[in-house]
């Protein structure tokens, strides 16, 4: 069985930065595109980064575009997700995904899911 860890969310100040790990078991990381996701209260999941199983191709969401950097580490079996300046309104529960499309917009169609992780940003 697969499973999807997410963490280093945490309450930062506007303008902070943090850095999101996800870790899986029960499979090889290697083998599976990841991706990051959020859902801020009232809203709609948002596909925040992708990127594809060698690391060498990557997406983002356009709100994020320049803030947010997505890397792994498949020795490690770990996927990053380097946020900086954040804005109040990258408040969010971030979710890690596994097995899904890298391409541009990053479609929720991934198989393995975390519970995810908080991210709360004061102004």
């Known amino acids: ?16 930065s943090l850095r999101l790990s996800c870790t899986i078991s029960g499979a090889t990381f290697g083998d599976y595109a990841m991706a990051w996701f959020r859902q801020a209260p009232g809203k709609e999941r948002e596909g925040v980064s992708c990127i594809s199983r ?20 498949n020795a490690k079996k770990t996927l990053y997700l380097q946020i900086n300046t954040l804005k109040p309104e990258d408040t ?14 990053c479609p929720d169609e991934y198989v393995y899911w975390g519970q995810g ?7």
């Open 1 to 16: 069985q697969v499973q999807v860890v997410e963490s280093g969310g945490a309450l930062v100040q506007a303008g902070g």
């Open 54 to 73: 060698s690391g060498g191709r990557t997406f983002y969401a356009d709100s994020v575009k320049g803030r947010f950097t997505v890397s792994r580490e």
């Open 92 to 105: 969010a529960m971030y979710y890690c995904a596994a097995d899904g499309p890298t391409v541009v917009g």
């Open 117 to 123: 992780t908080q991210v709360t940003v004061s102004s």
